[in-house]
């Protein structure tokens, strides 16, 4: 007579050891995830999965956010762009973007290039080729975006798609308290 059915053992059957291991949570803030996101969101804002490559971009999209640059689209009429510059100035004074803080500061809140034309785009690209630069955009992606995406995404106990979702939505709508912000 043949074996029965619950006498044949499984072919793909799961392991049972005498102690499970603890199971190690993995966000989107593992590096090998995280650099799936940051090509996903240059995809989104450049076309493009070479997200480094974006450092030095800038246009004004007519967005009426003024210009939009870098790494995660930086603009000048929201603050971050403000912020950015700012943090790149005081770890590098006398930088090439220096000069433009007061005019970064005047057109917050609008789409103005007041002070910025003709040379900001010119003087953002030959930013864009200094490592401190690249970093600077790097920690204020994180410190803005990215941090605070995962961090709410985890405590709100969502995986790693979830957090990036919400990574994607602090990037496309900001992180404040208006109606179409992620808050």
């Avoid at 793909?12 to 090509?39: T, Y």
């Avoid at 809140?109 to 910025?116: M, N, Q, V």
């Amino acid at each position: 007579m043949g074996a029965s059915l619950a006498a044949v053992p499984l072919l793909n059957a799961p392991r049972v050891s005498a102690a499970p291991r603890a199971a190690k949570a993995v966000g989107l803030d593992d590096p090998a995830k995280k650099e799936i996101a940051m090509k996903l969101v240059s995809s989104a804002e450049n076309s493009s999965l070479d997200w480094k490559a974006q450092y030095k971009y800038i246009e004004d999209i007519g967005d009426g956010r003024g210009y939009t640059a870098g790494i995660i689209g930086f603009c000048s009429g929201t603050g971050d762009m403000l912020d950015l510059v700012q943090l790149y100035t005081d770890r590098k004074p006398g930088n090439v973007l220096a000069k433009y803080l007061p005019a970064l500061r005047r057109v917050n809140g609008t789409d103005s290039h007041a002070g910025l034309d003709p040379n900001f785009p010119r003087d953002w690209r030959k930013a864009a080729q200094d490592t401190a630069f690249q970093q600077a955009q790097n920690d204020e992606r994180d410190r803005v975006y990215f941090n605070p995406a995962v961090q709410q995404g985890k405590a709100d106990g969502l995986g790693v798609l979830g957090q990036f979702t919400y990574y994607d939505a602090i990037v496309m709508h900001g992180d404040g308290d208006d109606p179409t912000s992620f808050r």
